[in-house]
């Protein structure tokens, strides 16, 4: 932002010497600061909207308030505030990136729980028909938006331990968090085609992989166990999930191996996140959490966090 308000402030200072201020002159300037905003914001200064909305803003007000101060107090304003705003959120009161990643992390989790305890009912009263059949389309949109939740924390965890040296430490926890981010990214697309499958299979009349209802509440369980960080419930979990479905793919009767296969993956995919999580637990209790109960992976029942 401080790059982007003295980038427009100088090139406003040059519009507005050569042309005068006017209606006119606003345009232009608005027009040559994005233009050369495009192809000089690139890498980190050009993160986002903020860089490009700066510079245009900035010369806009030169032009459109020319006795506003002089090009240099306005870039020594910008200075001030900028460094000011730095020091306290870089050096002073940096973000925890650990805790900001965790959150959007829990949060996917429980919305993945949510759908699966939701086709469980679809699955639970099949001839009620108690549900809309676009409701895997409303819970796609409700799970994408958690997903992206989680990309901005990535990225703005990633920035954090970057540019703040009280974060640095957090770098190994930042990057555990990260193979869980890519995992729940993989489990979410699993939960997916397996509620659209099922539902289709429901609503059609087809007979469904013994265990399936059980193993699906199985997954729900996982699910929200982990989001409360109970790895041991969601390990637990997640071994029945694959044990009621072990074998179900080819003993299924015809039109259902399909779905036993997904509620199969759905179950080891849960079991991969489980592990990861364990991994990163003790490095993330090291790298900034506060006053943190000791780790799943050194406790056999650890409570929830």
Not at 51 to 69: K, M, Q
Request: proline content about 5%; hydrophobic content about 50%; aromatic content about 4%.
């Amino acid at each position: 932002m401080i790059i982007g308000v003295g980038f427009g402030i100088g090139v406003g200072v040059v519009v507005e010497t050569l042309l005068h201020s006017s209606v006119f002159t606003v345009g232009v300037a608005a027009l040559i600061t994005l233009c050369l905003a495009v192809v000089f914001g690139g890498g980190f200064i050009g993160q986002g909207l903020m860089f490009y909305n700066e510079t245009a803003v900035s010369a806009i007000l030169v032009v459109a308030l020319p006795n506003g101060g002089t090009g240099a107090e306005r870039l020594f304003d910008a200075l001030v505030g900028g460094g000011i705003a730095l020091l306290f959120s870089v050096l002073l009161f940096p973000a925890e990136p650990v805790a900001l990643l965790r959150t959007a992390l829990d949060s996917a989790l429980a919305a993945l729980s949510g759908t699966l305890t939701h086709l469980d009912g679809v699955i639970d009263q099949p001839g009620r028909e108690p549900f809309d059949a676009s409701w895997t389309t409303a819970e796609g949109d409700t799970l994408n938006a958690g997903l992206a939740d989680v990309a901005e924390a990535r990225a703005t965890a990633r920035q954090v331990i970057r540019a703040a040296p009280r974060r640095r430490a957090a770098r190994p926890a930042i990057e555990g968090l990260e193979r869980q981010a890519t995992q729940i990214t993989v489990l979410t697309g699993a939960v997916l085609n397996l509620a659209r499958t099922t539902t289709a299979a429901v609503r059609s009349g087809e007979d469904l992989p013994e265990g399936l209802h059980a193993a699906i509440g199985d997954l729900a369980e996982g699910l929200s166990a982990l989001a409360s960080h109970d790895t041991a419930a969601a390990s637990r979990a997640a071994t029945r999930a694959v044990g009621r479905m072990v074998g179900q793919h080819t003993a299924s009767p015809t039109g259902t191996p399909l779905i036993a296969l997904l509620s199969l993956g759905c179950a080891r995919d849960l079991k991969h996140l489980v592990a990861l999580s364990n991994s990163v637990d003790g490095p993330a209790d090291q790298a900034g959490r506060e006053a943190e109960p000791t780790t799943a992976r050194r406790l056999p029942a650890p409570k929830s966090r």
